[in-house]
């Protein structure tokens, strides 16, 4: 984000924060009449576009670096949930912190991570891919993917040796068990 636009965003963050104070102060007919909707959703909209915009200002503002940068870039290339969140950062919210991802647009994502660390010639590659497979394996706990969904998702990516050395030598036993 460029200093200009930084300043459009500042501005826009105060007219939000304005219009805010003013719906506030109506009462639900007057919201329906100017806005068309409920006075509840316009808040919630405005708080909404305030959250928002609080997060592009403080981006701008905070710039990520190194394997933080790397990582949102191509998540937000692959995952579209990432694209529209911006970022990577837990914000302890259900809502905001889990989403629904495809297994092909995961595996794209796996796949770039792979390549960009065997392009830098394979630095903190174990650890990049470690992170991931953790968060791969977090859909399984959190029910959003079954098991099976979360193996064949990784061997699409990786051997099972390679699996084995991150640590889910039981996982990946477990599947090629049960299913090779």
Known sequence: ????????????LEMLRNGKAATEKMNDAE??????????QVLKNV????????QDIY??????TGIDRKLTEIASKHL??????????????GAED?????VWDLKAALESAYRAGCRKGGHNMHSQMQALTNVIFS???????????????LLEVFEPSEL???????????????YC
């Open 1 to 12: 984000m460029t200093k200009k636009e930084l300043k459009s965003a500042q501005e826009k």
């Open 31 to 40: 919201c329906l009449e100017l806005y068309g909707i409920s006075k509840a």
């Open 47 to 54: 708080n909404s576009a305030i959250t928002r915009t609080e």
């Open 59 to 64: 981006r701008a503002e905070h710039p990520l």
């Open 80 to 93: 579209i949930a990432v694209a529209e969140r911006g970022d990577l950062e837990t914000r302890h919210s």
């Open 98 to 102: 889990f989403f629904e991802v495809s």
């Open 139 to 153: 859909l399984s706990e959190t029910g959003v993917w079954s098991e099976r969904q979360v193996m064949e998702t």
């Open 164 to 178: 084995q050395k991150m640590g889910y030598g039981e996982q990946t036993e477990a599947y090629m068990d049960e």
